[in-house]
């Protein structure tokens, strides 16, 4: 399974943005790039997903390295509520739905 | 509608016994996930079912098993606790085998004494 880099945490300040990066270099053709979040005493939750363009949605947009080997984040405006562990994890396409986490970056936001 | 359900919440048992953990996906969904979550490990895959067929499994040992019936609900059993089983379970459902977005149950915190 291919692995994925995070830093172990970050800080942010309340209604800044924030970018969580992931590094992937092990990266196959078929792998999807997916992010979780996880917040305190909660289940992860889906936050977006890519493949090789950078994706947006109503939580987040996913900006992808040209060579893919990389990956960033971007919470546009981050609020308490976002503190949280986010995963960057890497699915291959061919191989079901199993997840594979790492440790994940602990995000602490600050009013 | 409805989230995924797992049930019980929170269980305590002794080492050597057995114990089932249940999971109700989303309806319409049909395919679960389990994972166990230590604060040493982390988040770790167990196994996945789709239409009552085990499609990959973790790297576990044989006492972690399960199964998957005809409404998509799903089981995990745990035969022979070990102090290490202690952990918090999830379960997670998707629309389909390999679906782009999985959906976690708040997960069942157990606790081997």
């Known amino acids: 399974d291919a692995k994925t880099t995070q830093p172990n945490s970050m800080e942010s300040n309340e209604e800044e943005p924030v970018h969580l990066p992931c590094n992937h270099s092990t990266i196959s053709g078929t792998d999807y790039i997916h992010w979780y979040r996880q917040l305190p005493s909660q289940g992860p939750e889906y936050v977006i997903h890519?493949?090789?363009s950078n994706v947006n949605n109503r939580m987040a947009s996913l900006a992808i390295a040209e060579d893919r080997k990389s990956s960033t984040l971007i919470l546009h405006r981050a609020t308490l509520r976002d503190a949280a562990v986010y995963y960057c994890i890497l699915r291959d396409g061919n191989q079901g739905g199993k997840l594979i986490f790492g440790q994940g970056t602990e995000l602490s936001v600050k009013p | 509608k409805a989230g995924v359900t797992q049930t019980p919440r929170y269980l305590i048992k002794t080492r050597g016994q057995q114990v089932t953990l249940s999971c109700s996906p989303i309806s319409g969904h049909r395919s679960v996930s389990w994972y166990q979550q230590t604060p040493g490990q982390g988040l770790q895959f167990l196994f996945e079912?789709?239409?009552?067929?085990?499609?990959n499994k973790g790297n576990f040992p044989g006492r972690f098993s399960g199964r998957q019936f005809s409404n998509s609900r799903s089981e995990m059993n745990v035969s022979t606790l070990e102090l290490g089983d202690s952990a918090l379970y999830l379960c997670?459902?998707?629309?389909?085998?390999?679906?782009?977005?999985?959906?976690f149950g708040q997960g069942t915190r157990l606790t081997v004494v």
């Open positions: 079912y789709f239409s009552e067929t085990q499609r």
């Open positions: 997670a459902s998707s629309l389909a085998e390999g679906w782009t977005e999985a959906f």
């Open positions: 890519g493949l090789t």
